[in-house]
């Protein structure tokens, strides 16, 4: 199908791993991405993973990605009050030349204190 | 911040009204984007402009078009308005065509709310 597909809430507390999960459509897509929104406030991009990586890491951020399953994981470790916001997964589909991102339905991610 | 500005940042009219939200890319970015962020819809590509030149379409109604200015700057203009375009509009842009990591950087928004 279309749809990129993403878990709604996830709740962590301070301090543990966050883990946020996305399925993808599109076997094709070279990049996929994470992107993260703070309340009233636009994206930003935080990462993104090459289709013939399996693992990426920045910092706090770890990106996992699984192609035969089509599936692509954010762990924020040691997670802190400002990652509170909400977490999207986009992919890039290529039709006929052009590009098109499809973002997935976004998680949004709650830590306690 | 991004670097890209959108206008106005609220905006709020009737059904059957027409609107343009306006967008100023990041400074030496050539492609702009517009999105849709609705609750029901989430976040929706609606087109791409490169150069001045439409690039990639995605959901866009016919009742929506845009343009990309010879400065760079687009405008999105929604016409004959509906209760359901009520939504957050987003601008992103990115240095070139769009292709692989070219990476989008987003405005703050243009919340439209329909009564």
């Known amino acids: 199908g279309e749809d990129v597909e993403q878990s709604l809430f996830l709740s962590v507390r301070e301090g543990d791993s966050s883990v946020i999960n996305c399925t993808y459509t599109?076997?094709?897509?070279?990049?996929l991405y994470w992107y993260k929104q703070e309340p009233g406030a636009g994206l930003q991009l935080l990462t993104y993973?090459?289709?013939?990586?399996d693992m990426k890491q920045d910092q706090r951020l770890t990106v996992l990605l699984n192609k035969k399953d089509k599936h692509l994981s954010l762990r924020i470790a040691d997670t802190q009050t400002g990652d509170s916001a909400i977490y999207f997964c986009?992919?890039?589909?290529?039709?006929?030349?052009?590009?098109?991102?499809?973002f997935g339905t976004g998680t949004r991610l709650k830590v306690l204190a | 911040d991004s670097g890209v500005t959108q206008t106005p940042k609220h905006l709020i009219t009737a059904t059957g009204q027409r609107v343009t939200l306006r967008c100023s890319p990041r400074?030496?970015?050539?492609?702009v984007y517009w999105y849709q962020q609705s609750l029901d819809q989430g976040l929706q590509f609606l087109i791409q402009?490169?150069?001045?030149?439409?690039?990639a379409k995605g959901n866009i109604l016919e009742r929506f078009s845009a343009q990309q200015f010879p400065d760079l700057h687009s405008e999105l203009n929604l016409s004959s308005l509906e209760l359901g375009d009520s939504a957050l509009y987003f601008c992103?842009?990115?240095?070139?065509?769009?292709?692989?990591?070219?990476?989008?950087?987003f405005g703050p928004g243009t919340r439209l709310t329909v009564l």
């Open positions: 599109d076997s094709s897509s070279t990049y």
């Open positions: 993973i090459f289709s013939n990586m």
């Open positions: 400074s030496g970015d050539l492609s």
């Open positions: 992103a842009s990115s240095a070139a065509s769009g292709s692989g990591a070219d990476t989008q950087y």
């Open positions: 402009y490169y150069n001045g030149e439409e690039r």
């Open positions: 986009a992919e890039i589909r290529t039709t006929s030349g052009t590009y098109k991102y499809i």
